[in-house]
């Protein structure tokens, strides 16, 4: 069944595009600063419990004063499911019933994400003043439930699930501005982060399990570091990174090599102290270099943060950050990897990972869901950003970057 958050352009946005009004940004955070570092802390700690997600989605859309936040994601199989905040219930059952099929920004929502270069689109991005002013969707359905305006992101924690954001407001509050989309963005991106722990632990069946025989069986090196940044765990495939471009020193874990080393211990530093800086910032991988030559390593840092009346809690009382490490396979660059190197949107990056393979425009439109034009459109953009200009020279620059020699 199609879902309210899909349908409203979520399924729309990339991630990593520049930001303008950057000043108009950063004093919107600074006037929501408490309420963007409770969301924050609520989104990581639904990364191990599924079940605090809807009030993480609640403290999301209570940074910008709005009605209710929700996430839509597909599997590989095709299959949809929808987590929605407190107060989306009731919206989200009409739409299921009566207005899937009729939502005019759906069938443009995709296309325009890929087209846009930023971080996340709204309303203005996929319909006319005409349209919001006389469509059903917006006279009737919207209206009646009290809202009008969505701000929406795509963002990609495993390369075979799709998921959306979407942040729904109402009609009484004027459209998004391209500094609270902005920050909304930035906001997506620690749900993405959450996300990749999260649902590994879903498909994990976590609760049916030790935590410490749950991390050892998802395929990802998981480290657990405490407040003064020293490792207190490391699953059994963390152990055996150890060595391939990490290590553990003076019971810290860092990279072997320069630069990587700095942003590595930055990162740390900036998940362990909320207070700091960089806490709210959109989340990066620090990428760095197997010294097999054999794999990148993505390295991402998340709070920790488990409720105590999780059967596990007593494994993470000593943990501050869990890193997440996750080998990028030599055939099949992650698309959020191609974004943070290249500094891509990641409609772009997920054409040029594509067309990088060898792939054919025409076939990653279809594989995208999108048409060849827009592919082709998305694909320019690229080059120009890249300095290139051919799609063998993508071949080579994304060998050279995802696959060191």
Excluded at 49 to 66: K, N, Q, S, T
Excluded at 306 to 322: I, K, N, Q
């Amino acid at each position: 069944m199609r879902r309210l958050g899909a349908m409203t352009g979520a399924s729309a946005s990339a991630q990593s595009a520049p930001r303008g009004h950057s000043s108009e940004r950063e004093l919107h955070l600074q006037d929501n600063g408490p309420k963007m570092i409770a969301a924050i802390n609520a989104i990581y700690r639904a990364a191990s419990d599924v079940a605090a997600w809807p009030d993480a989605l609640r403290a999301f859309a209570e940074v910008f004063g709005d009605l209710g936040t929700l996430i839509v994601y597909q599997r590989a199989d095709g299959s949809l499911g929808t987590i929605i905040s407190p107060g989306l219930d009731g919206a989200q059952a009409d739409y299921d019933r009566h207005w899937c099929w009729r939502d005019v920004r759906m069938g443009r929502a995709i296309e325009r994400g890929y087209v846009e270069s930023r971080d996340a689109i709204t309303d203005r991005h996929v319909v006319s003043d005409e349209e919001m002013a006389s469509h059903p969707f917006y006279t009737e359905f919207l209206a009646a439930h009290g809202l009008r305006w969505f701000a929406g992101a795509m963002i990609s924690p495993d390369p075979n699930i799709a998921v959306a954001v979407s942040l729904q407001r109402s009609a009484d509050r004027p459209p998004f501005s391209d500094p609270e989309l902005s920050l909304f963005g930035d906001l997506a991106r620690h749900v993405e982060n959450s996300l990749r722990l999260g649902i590994r632990l879903i498909n994990a069946e976590v609760s049916a399990s030790s935590m410490t025989d749950v991390l050892t069986g998802l395929g990802i090196g998981v480290y657990r570091i405490d407040r003064a940044g020293r490792v207190v765990y490391a699953n059994l495939i963390g152990q055996h990174l150890l060595g391939s471009g990490l290590r553990i020193a003076n019971g810290r874990l860092e990279a072997r090599f320069e630069p990587e080393r700095a942003a590595l211990s930055s990162a740390l530093a900036a998940v362990i102290d909320e207070s700091s800086e960089g806490f709210a910032d959109a989340p990066r991988a620090v990428l760095i270099r197997g010294v097999d030559g054999e794999q990148l390593l993505a390295v991402y840092v998340l709070p920790t943060w488990v409720p105590p009346e999780r059967p596990f809690d007593g494994f993470f009382l000593e943990s501050r950050a869990t890193v997440l490490v996750i080998a990028s396979p030599r055939n099949a660059p992650d698309p959020t990897i191609v974004r943070d190197l290249l500094g891509l949107t990641l409609g772009e990056a997920r054409v040029a990972s594509l067309v990088g393979l060898g792939i054919a425009p025409r076939e990653a439109a279809q594989r995208l869901g999108i048409s060849e034009e827009t592919a082709r459109t998305v694909l320019k953009r690229v080059f120009s950003k890249t300095g290139i200009s051919r799609q063998s020279e993508l071949a080579g620059l994304l060998s050279r970057l995802i696959q060191p020699a």
